[in-house]
Nanobody, 113 residues
Framework: QVQLVESGGGLVQAGDSLRLSCAAS??????MGWFRQAPGKERESVASILRSGYVTYIADSVKGRFTISRDNAKNTVNLQMNSLKPEDTAVYYC????????WGQGTQVTVSS
């Protein structure tokens, strides 16, 4: 059974950093990534990465502040978020793509001004 479990969310102030981690179990994936959904908005892609470490996408709104990485030995994908802004407030979801797309349960990130 495939499971994706996110961790690392929380409440921080603008300018702070957070590191999100997503642990996959049940199988390995080539493509993994992070999405986020703010209240009243659609879910949007933040960043995605291949097992090789090649970053296939990073949103313009987070370029230069967020870094996505993989740890294949631990079967995890991480999102280092620096210089956080109030507009980064959202529920962050990990996803992994195989024949179907798997999603984690989400972790709340709240950035106060």
């Amino acid at each position: 059974q495939v499971q994706l479990v996110e961790s690392g969310g929380g409440l921080v102030q603008a300018g702070d950093s957070l590191r999100l981690s997503c642990a996959a179990s049940g199988r390995t994936f080539n493509a993994m990534g992070w999405f986020r959904q703010a209240p009243g908005k659609e879910r949007e892609s933040v960043a995605s990465i291949l097992r090789s470490g090649y970053v296939t996408y990073i949103a313009d709104s987070v370029k230069g502040r967020f870094t996505i990485s993989r740890d294949n030995a631990k079967n995890t994908v991480n999102l280092q978020m620096n210089s956080l802004k109030p507009e980064d407030t959202a529920v962050y979801y990990c996803n992994a793509i195989s024949v179907i797309t798997y999603w984690g349960q989400g972790t709340q990130v709240t950035v106060s001004s």
